[in-house]
């Protein structure tokens, strides 16, 4: 009598590792006898388990694996009273014993016990360790470590999870270091045909790709996002080799693990990643030539995926145009802190000049003790400014080994994925910083265009929340590519679409349900505003008086303080009191609102000087509710970075009243 029993690791069926049919035959009538029962068993089992529990009711949705499971407990009762006669019986009955509570463990997981598959997975690792390491069971040791750290990260044991999974790569690493033969697959123990040494090894790789996956999440969840980066690229290159992937999850995964890159300024592979995403999705849409076809995934699923990836490539747009602002700004400040010191040092050098020549006119000893008094100090100059060298060569090197410890170049190399082709999408944007408004605007019209195909299916009707997000991502590009803008009337007209974008926003939201997004949003349009007001300040200030237009400008300013006030009061609770104390993520944006509102009364052109004194009296107001607030909360204040404003408010508190004063003189 033959028992074959099939099994589908790739589709999370139950592996079964048994002896050949050929052993059974060559074995001990008793152990043959014994090892066909317990065939029936679990045959009988899997088939209660896989095959009737998809037409268990709704009310007893485990009916079957219930049912299933107590006959392979019964099946392992049997194993375990077998008494062996040789050590190839004991060898056996172990690995009999240690597969049968693998299948219970599965079962327990399934119908959602923890704690009863943690026994089961452990009881299998205890028989397991009573048995060296060889080929037919290494791939169930493999699988055990990586189905229990499941498990166990399930409930909340990370540091248990990890310990696991690290000793699955150890075994699989120890395993090749001993050069051995690939080790059996499950299905092959009982069946006829054979698989090749290659398909063998495929099916071990992919056990060992399922441990690096794993340990991938559990890093994330530890924080150690590094190590989750690094391996969620292996994992995803193992995929790709293996040719064993859902080509949308590994898209929007590859595509995920991009926004790492960028939290890195490792632009390099970030695009890489995000191209290596858009190549594979861009397969599955067009499913010709790529094995792919349209019928095997859901259309919803496919759109979906790419408007995710999309948005990872604004987002790219997003960090890019940001961190190339930043970057500029601080060339600039370096520049001007260049240009200081060479004024500086001008200015010294023509001091000494003039002391020299006054020297020149002593006479005698004098002068030489000048003379040798000058020669010891420019040697004393010499060495310091050589010392003042070395001192800033060791600081550039200590800057570059930072900067090559976080982005070693040889590192890009080796976290390129192969096999993709990727080159038409790492064209669509630099991969490095820039300075110039042609490289902004095409990386500006890139994120445009990204966007545009996001809200395809991110749209108002269905997806607000993402969709405003995707909007205020626009808004953001708008913002940093002004900066890259001489013209500062093309500067306004960049501020004025920010404004409009926003508007269009928060015009149709409705506050009760979306408070969180309405604050966000105007304070955003009264940055936006505020900006607008400063650029018009100094457009106007490079006019004839007779052009300009104080008025445009005063409403300017009124616009973004109602703005800013709209968000201080958005702060309120469904009964309009004001919180005692605030959210750490709104005590920051409430004290600068505070300070923008009176720094905006100030920039009032007034009709006359009563009006005047009336704006001061306004900023005061307001600087005087951002310093009430810190004062009342300085502990919480401390921990975020409002000191430069909070000092510029107690500033201007001391030189209010005074001006006041004097202006309420003339009246």
């Known amino acids: ?149 499941t498990v166990w990260s399930g409930r909340g044991d990370h540091n248990k999870a990890y310990e696991l999974l690290e000793k699955a790569k150890e075994l699989h690493a120890g395993y090749l270091h001993k050069k051995e033969e690939p080790p059996r697959a499950f299905d092959e123990l009982f069946m006829d045909e054979k698989f090749s040494p290659e398909e063998r090894n ?67 592979t970030a695009r890489h990643t995000l191209a290596c995403a858009s190549s594979v999705i861009s397969n599955v849409e067009e499913s010709s030539g790529s094995g792919y076809s349209d019928e095997s995934y859901d259309n919803e699923k496919i759109l979906k995926t790419r408007a995710d990836i999309e948005r990872c490539w604004t987002k790219y747009c997003v960090h890019i145009l940001k961190d190339s602002v930043t970057d500029m700004e601080e060339s600039d400040l370096t520049e001007k802190v260049s240009k200081i010191t060479e004024m500086k040092n001008t200015f010294e050098d023509e001091e000494d000049k003039v002391k020299e020549e006054e020297e020149e006119k002593k006479e005698g000893e004098e002068e030489k003790k000048n003379e040798e008094k000058k020669e010891g100090e420019g040697e004393e100059k010499k060495e310091t400014e050589e010392k003042k060298n070395e001192d800033e060569d060791e600081s550039e090197n200590k800057k570059l080994k930072t900067f090559s410890d976080l982005v070693d170049l040889e590192d890009i190399q080796l976290l390129r994925i192969t096999n993709v082709e990727t080159g038409q999408y790492e064209e669509l944007v630099p991969s490095e910083l820039f300075s110039t408004f042609e490289d902004a605007r095409k990386v500006f019209k890139a994120g445009s265009k990204f966007t ?47 404004i409009d974008i926003l508007t269009d926003l928060v015009s149709p939201l409705n506050i009760q349900h979306f408070r969180q997004l309405c604050r966000q949003l105007r304070f955003e349009l009264g940055e936006a505003k505020n900006q607008m007001v400063s650029l018009k300040y100094s457009i106007a200030a490079e006019l004839p008086v007779e052009q300009q237009n104080w008025k445009k400008i005063n409403n300017l300013c009124f616009g973004a303080i109602q703005e800013f006030e709209n968000f201080c009061n958005l702060l309120r609770d469904p009964n309009e009191n004001f919180p005692e104390t605030l959210s750490e993520e709104t005590v920051k944006p409430y004290i600068v609102s505070q300070i923008y509102i009176a720094r905006l009364y100030g920039k009032f052109r007034p009709l006359d000087t009563a009006q005047k004194v009336a704006f001061m009296g306004k900023a005061e107001e307001h600087f005087k509710a951002a310093l009430k607030y810190y004062d009342e909360h300085e502990q919480q204040c401390h921990k975020l970075d409002v000191k430069d404003e909070i000092d510029v408010a107690r500033e201007m508190m001391y030189f209010l009243p005074i001006k006041m004063e004097k202006l309420r003189k003339t009246l």
């Open 1 to 149: 009598q033959h028992y074959f029993i099939q099994s589908n690791l790739s589709q999370g069926k139950f592996p079964l590792i048994m002896p050949t049919l050929e052993e059974i035959a060559s074995a001990p009538q008793s152990i043959n006898e014994w090892f066909l029962s317990i065939c029936a068993h679990i045959a009988d089992s899997r088939r209660v388990i896989e095959d009737l529990s998809k037409d268990d009711p709704p009310t007893e949705p485990f009916k079957s694996k219930y049912a299933g499971r107590n006959m392979l407990t019964s099946a392992l009762k049997r194993a375990q009273s077998f008494e062996p006669s040789t050590d190839q019986e004991k060898s056996r009955i172990r690995l009999t014993q240690a597969t049968i509570n693998y299948y219970i463990g599965q079962v327990n997981v399934d119908v959602e016990e923890p704690r009863e598959a943690e026994k089961s997975f452990q009881s299998a690792l205890d028989i397991l360790a009573l048995e060296p390491v060889n080929k037919y069971n290494i791939s169930l040791r493999l699988n055990v470590h990586n189905i229990l750290a």
């Open 202 to 268: 495929v099916m071990f790789e992919k056990l060992y790709t399922n441990t690096l996956f794993y340990l991938a999440q559990v890093y994330g969840v530890k924080g150690d996002n590094k190590q989750a980066a690094a391996h969620c690229h292996i994992t995803l290159q193992r995929q790709l080799e293996a040719d064993e992937f859902d080509p949308l999850d590994w898209s929007l995964n590859c595509a995920t693990l991009s926004q790492y890159y960028l939290t890195m300024n490792n632009y390099v």
């Open 452 to 498: 545009e195909n996001a809200i395809k299916y991110y749209n108002f009707d269905e997806y607000v929340t993402d969709f405003v997000e995707i909007k205020q991502d626009l808004s953001t590009m708008f913002k940093n590519l002004a900066h890259f803008e001489e013209d500062e009337s093309r500067q306004c007209k960049m501020h004025k679409r920010r």
